[in-house]
């Protein structure tokens, strides 16, 4: 078996980055979030989380960020279940779970919980069971249990 080329595999996911004016980007544009969360696990994975600048990757990350504390899969787009929880998860890579009020992120996942327990993806109602793994991930990871019973 041949080796891994992971030189390669960082270009690629380095330039998907780069392609903003791409097509599938732009029609992608709603999905970022949880775009990044994926190539930057890949990267870290890779051993090479160096190769983005994490400065900007942050400083986006938090641009996406909400009044009620969820985050969107990119700015200008309204905040979700699961692309705040790829959020969380970019933060904790980069060792950067300082940033957030855990508090008010865990207030606005328990705010999409529905009477019969289920969760909601976003203040419009999105319905899915995909929607408990980002409640189940942020109250293993973060004892949110407080937060949101």
């Not at 190769?51 to 990350?61: D, G, M, R, T």
């Not at 990119?74 to 933060?91: K, R």
């Not at 957030?100 to 289920?118: C, F, P, R, T």
Request: hydrophobic letters at 40%; glycine letters at 8%; aromatic letters at 10%.
């Amino acid at each position: 078996m041949g080796e891994l080329a992971v030189d390669k595999h960082v270009q690629y996911i380095i330039s998907v980055e780069k392609r903003k004016d791409s097509f599938e980007s732009v029609v992608m544009e709603h999905l970022r979030m949880n775009g990044a969360y994926w190539g930057l696990t890949t990267l870290d994975l890779l051993g090479r989380l160096n190769a983005v600048n994490a400065n900007e990757v942050l400083s986006w990350i938090m641009k996406c960020q909400h009044e009620s504390s969820g985050f969107a899969g990119n700015v200008g787009h309204d905040p979700h279940i699961l692309y705040t929880l790829s959020a969380v998860q970019v933060l904790a890579l980069f060792d950067k779970l300082d940033v957030l009020d855990i508090e008010k992120v865990a207030n606005y996942i328990s705010q999409l919980q529905n009477e019969d327990g289920s969760f909601s993806g976003d203040i419009w109602g999105d319905m899915n069971t995909r929607h408990v793994l980002p409640q189940s991930s942020f109250i293993s990871s973060y004892s949110g249990i407080k937060a949101l019973y």
